[in-house]
C-alpha cells in the first residue's frame, strides 16, 4: 500500500529504522559502481516521480533524480515558472493531474499546507523534500549518516546550534521516534516551534533549550547546525547579530567528546555559522551527509511505495 511522507511521523521508528538498514544494504552493494547504473533488483521499474520545486535545490534535486535512476525509475521536473501552478492551477487539481499521469510525486516548497493539500488530494505517494515546518528526508540521510559513523541513535546526544527551524523540528521529531536526546542552543526568540519540542519530550526524549551554547556541546556526540538565514527569508542584520554566539568553530567542538562529528545539511556559509576549521577539519561528514541523501531518497521512495517495512 502506498503512503505518503511529509512527515518523520507519518512513517513511525520501526519505518525509519527500516529505512536506514535498506540505504546501508543498497549502499554497500553499489559499490564502485556508475552513479547512473540501476540496482540489481530495479524494484521501481517503470515508475515516474514528479519533482516539484517552489523553493531552489541542488542536493535534493539531485539525489531524488539519482534515487529513481537507481531504482529502476526516472523522474520530472516542474517548478512555478514553467508550470500552470505558477499561473493559479490549484494545488488539489494539480495533484488529481499529476496522479493520472505519474506514480509518486514530490514538493519542495515554502508552506507546508501545501504538501499537505497535495497529499489530501493524490492518489499517488507524496514526498516533503522540504517546507518551511520540516525537512524528514534530510533527517533520514542524517540518521544514516551518525549511524555510519558507528554511533547508535538510543541515548544519544546531538547538539543543535543556531536557528530553531524545519531541520530541527525534523530532528526533534526524530529523537521522539529514535529515543535519543536534543540540546538545542539558539538566542532568545529563535527557539524551534514548542510543539516538536514537546513531542519529543512526551516520547521520553531529553529536550534542553539553552542560550549558553558551550553548555550544549558538553559532551555531545554530534554537532549540528544550519543556515542562519533560511531560504526565503530577509537576510537581517539583527539575526545575524544574534547567532554569531552560537558559530560552530574548533572551540565549541573541543567541548564535546573527542569523537563527536559535526553535520550540516548544506549549502554552508563558511566562517558564518561554521569555521573552516571545522567544516574541513577531520570531526567533519558533511559530504558523506550529502552523498547520503540518494541512499536515504531511495528508501523513502520504497517505503512510500509499501515496498519496505
Known sequence: MMAHFLDLSDAGGDAIAAMIADAIDRKAARKDWPKGGPDTDKPLAGRVLAMIFEKNSTRTRVSFDIAMRQLGGSCLILDSATSQLGRGETIADTARVLSRMVDAIMIRTDDHAKAQELAKHATVPVING?????????????????????????????????????????????????????????????????????????????????????????????????????????????????????????????????????????????????????????????????ENRIHAQKSILLWSFGLLG
Open 130 to 290: 522540504l517546507t518551511d515546518r520540516s525537512h524528514p528526508c534530510q533527517i533520514v540521510a542524517d540518521l544514516l549518516t551518525v549511524i555510519e559513523h558507528g554511533k547508535a541513535l538510543p541515548g544519544l546526544e546531538l547538539a543543535w546550534f543556531g536557528d530553531g527551524n524545519n531541520v530541527l523540528h525534523s530532528i526533534l521529531e526524530a529523537a521522539a521516534l529514535m529515543k535519543f536526546n536534543v540540546r538545542v542552543a539558539t538566542p532568545a526568540g529563535y527557539e524551534p516551534e514548542a510543539e516538536f519540542v514537546e513531542l519529543a519530550r512526551a516520547a521520553g526524549s531529553t529536550v534542553t533549550l539553552t542560550n549558553n551554547a558551550a553548555e550544549a556541546a558538553q559532551g555531545a556526540d554530534v554537532i549540528v547546525t544550519d543556515t542562519w538565514i533560511s531560504m526565503g527569508q530577509a537576510d537581517a542584520a539583527e539575526k545575524r547579530a544574534a547567532m554569531v554566539p552560537y558559530q560552530v568553530n574548533g572551540a565549541l567542538m573541543a567541548k564535546a567528546k573527542p569523537d563527536a562529528i559535526f553535520l550540516h545539511c548544506l549549502p554552508a556559509h563558511v566562517d558564518e555559522e561554521v569555521t573552516e576549521v571545522v567544516f574541513e577539519g577531520p570531526q567533519s561528514v558533511v559530504f558523506d551527509e550529502a
